[in-house]
Each structure stands twice: as structure tokens, then as C-alpha cells.
């Protein structure tokens, strides 16, 4: 691996951290219903457009330190097909939280694009 390709590497992990949280937390919000890693792995695989994916394995600690800090709840429910499931949904402090955290999201994205405006690509 070229000295480039390690820096960005570094800058897509470094990236990658805050913006999962937010993606996980809009992906529940927008479900309606509780669900468990494997349904919200793939559906950020779906509507992320492939930039999220390969990280289902990064989700279940976020997923707990989400509930931990109050703003998603679980429950387990047994599976048929396997072990059971623990599912998770968005609570009225993490939709909060959420709406908060993309206004923010916005500021930083306008912020970041109008400084890179006129780059060469």
C-alpha cells in the first residue's frame, strides 16, 4: 500500500466514525419498527449507496453505546432460524439527539463543500 493510499485510509476511518452513528440513527428513525443489526446493515447498504457497507461488524458496538447513552432501546426476541435477536429502535431522546446531530451534519457538509468549490477533479 502507497503512502497516499494509507492517508486515505486513515482519513475514510477517521470519517467513517461519527457518520455512522448519524446513518444508523436516521435508518431507525426512518423504520418505524424495531430491528435487529442484520436488517440495518443492509438497509445502510442499500440507501448509502455501497459508502457504509462492510462495516456490520463496526454497528453492534455503536448500536450499544447508542442505547447506552439513552437514545435507542432493545429488546430480544427468540429466532427460528438461530439465535436470538436483540432489536433495536429510536427513542424520543435520540430523535432529538438525531435532529440535532443533522443539522449539524448540514452546517459541517455546506461548510466543507464551499471551501472544496472550484477544486480540480
Given at each position: 500500500?502507497?503512502?497516499?493510499?494509507?492517508?486515505?485510509?486513515k482519513f475514510q476511518k477517521e470519517l467513517?466514525?461519527?457518520?455512522?452513528?448519524?446513518?444508523?440513527?436516521?435508518?431507525?428513525?426512518?423504520?418505524?419498527?424495531?430491528?435487529?443489526?442484520?436488517?440495518?446493515?443492509?438497509?445502510?447498504?442499500?440507501?448509502?449507496?455501497?459508502?457504509?457497507s462492510g462495516k456490520q461488524s463496526a454497528?453492534?458496538?455503536?448500536?450499544?453505546?447508542?442505547?447506552?447513552?439513552?437514545?435507542?432501546?432493545?429488546?430480544?426476541?427468540?429466532?427460528?432460524?438461530g439465535p436470538p435477536r436483540r432489536y433495536?429502535?429510536?427513542?424520543?431522546?435520540?430523535?432529538?439527539?438525531?435532529?440535532?446531530?443533522?443539522?449539524?451534519?448540514?452546517?459541517?457538509?455546506?461548510?466543507?463543500?464551499?471551501?472544496?468549490?472550484?477544486?480540480?477533479?
Amino acid at each position: 500500500m502507497s503512502e497516499i493510499e494509507a492517508h486515505l485510509k486513515k482519513f475514510q476511518k477517521e470519517l467513517s466514525t461519527g457518520t455512522v452513528s448519524l446513518a444508523l440513527m436516521a435508518v431507525l428513525a426512518k423504520a418505524g419498527e424495531p430491528m435487529y443489526g442484520y436488517l440495518i446493515a443492509k438497509e445502510l447498504e442499500r440507501v448509502g449507496e455501497g459508502v457504509l457497507s462492510g462495516k456490520q461488524s463496526a454497528l453492534y458496538p455503536v448500536l450499544r453505546n447508542l442505547e447506552a447513552a439513552g437514545l435507542l432501546e432493545s429488546h430480544v426476541e427468540p429466532s427460528v432460524a438461530g439465535p436470538p435477536r436483540r432489536y433495536y429502535r429510536i427513542n424520543e431522546n435520540g430523535r432529538d439527539a438525531l435532529r440535532q446531530w443533522v443539522a449539524a451534519w448540514r452546517a459541517t457538509r455546506n461548510s466543507v463543500d464551499s471551501v472544496l468549490e472550484g477544486m480540480i477533479e
